[in-house]
Nanobody, 122 residues
Framework: QVQLVESGGGLVQAGGSLRLSCAAS???????MGWFRQAPGKEREFVIG??????YYADSVKGRFTISRDNAKNTVYLQMNSLKPEDTAVYHC??????????????????WGQGTQVTVSS
């Protein structure tokens, strides 16, 4: 069982930056790792993910968000730049035990963090 703990959320003005961290309790170097977000009244959506095959982005965050991982620390980071009010949501980290899965649907991910709130003011 892997536990994921996110941190780094907060309130930021439009155009600003935040870096979220996701610390895993176990080894996740072979796992696919992803960030998802859920805004009030909306479904959870994929934001960005990383696997041994590469990095994958939602169109809405391309050029603004990046993901990185430190396997020695079992930690994944989400760097968010040029934030917009529409980025406001609870951001969740997730882990998929499959190394080469092709779907980034939230339904295939095995482990989830509790989420961290990101609020972008206009």
């Amino acid at each position: 069982q892997v536990q994921l703990v996110e941190s780094g959320g907060g309130l930021v003005q439009a155009g600003g930056s935040l870096r979220l961290s996701c610390a895993a309790s176990g080894r996740t170097s072979s796992y696919r790792m992803g960030w998802f977000r859920q805004a009030p009244g909306k479904e959870r959506e994929f934001v960005i993910g990383v696997s041994r095959s590469g990095t994958y982005y939602a169109d809405s965050v391309k050029g603004r968000f990046t993901i990185s991982r430190d396997n020695a620390k079992n930690t994944v980071y989400l760097q968010m730049n040029s934030l917009k009010p529409e980025d406001t949501a609870v951001y969740h980290c997730a882990a998929d035990r499959s190394t080469y899965g092709s779907s980034w649907s939230h339904s295939v991910f095995d482990y989830w963090g509790q989420g961290t709130q990101v609020t972008v003011s206009s």
